[in-house]
């Protein structure tokens, strides 16, 4: 089996990719599942989507996450299921969700952690508010073949949408991810 795992945020930066899948790469790995990371932000785009000014740094980011999302829809055939976490972009009309459903008629897990279907813009980046599609969480439900939801209110929202949705909590690999000892 192949795995394409669709997400917002470069591998290893983002704690909702970190704790919702990221951790069980190793897993997957040690049962032979082949997988991959398509993020719609690279590294350097990271570093300063969330910072204040860098508008041409910002525009160009996602200019290039979206040019990225169009290479992606020419490899996502390779792959047996897609799995999407939050969203493969973060503005305008799902069109590449669209895709992996109705062009390629892949398999798609949803994935979602929070409640992004309810209107939420940075003080740093409110310009694009209006470039935001917030009815896409509902669409993107109701194409996934199972959607992986958060806690039971996320689980409740999806199911208006889909009957095929599971109640995934995020979880922390305490192996991995551990306070050390604050006394000898």
């Known amino acids: 089996m192949k795995i394409l795992f669709v997400c917002p945020y470069p591998t290893g930066t983002a704690a909702s990719q970190r704790f919702r899948f990221e951790q069980y790469f190793p897993l997957l790995q040690a049962l032979g599942v082949a997988y991959?990371?398509?993020p719609f932000l690279s590294h350097r785009a990271w570093q300063v989507l969330y910072?204040?000014?860098?508008?041409?740094?910002k525009i160009m980011a996602v200019l290039g996450g979206f040019l990225r999302r169009l290479g992606w829809l020419f490899y996502v055939g390779r792959y047996d299921l897609v799995f999407v976490h939050r969203e493969a972009t973060p503005l305008g009309y799902p069109f590449f969700e669209w895709a992996v459903r109705f062009l390629w008629r892949k398999p798609m897990v949803f994935?979602?952690?929070?409640?992004?279907?309810l209107p939420n813009t940075t003080d740093t980046n409110g310009w694009v508010a209006w470039l935001k599609f917030h009815k896409k969480t509902a669409l993107i439900c109701r194409w996934a073949a199972t959607v992986s939801a958060g806690n039971a209110y996320l689980a409740d929202y999806a199911r208006q949408f889909n009957p095929n949705v599971v109640i995934n909590p995020t979880?922390?690999?305490t192996e991995q991810w551990h306070n050390p000892a604050v006394w000898p």
């Open 171 to 173: 979880t922390l690999d």
């Open 111 to 117: 994935d979602f952690d929070d409640a992004i279907w």
């Open 36 to 38: 991959a990371t398509a």
């Open 51 to 57: 910072r204040k000014g860098h508008t041409w740094a």
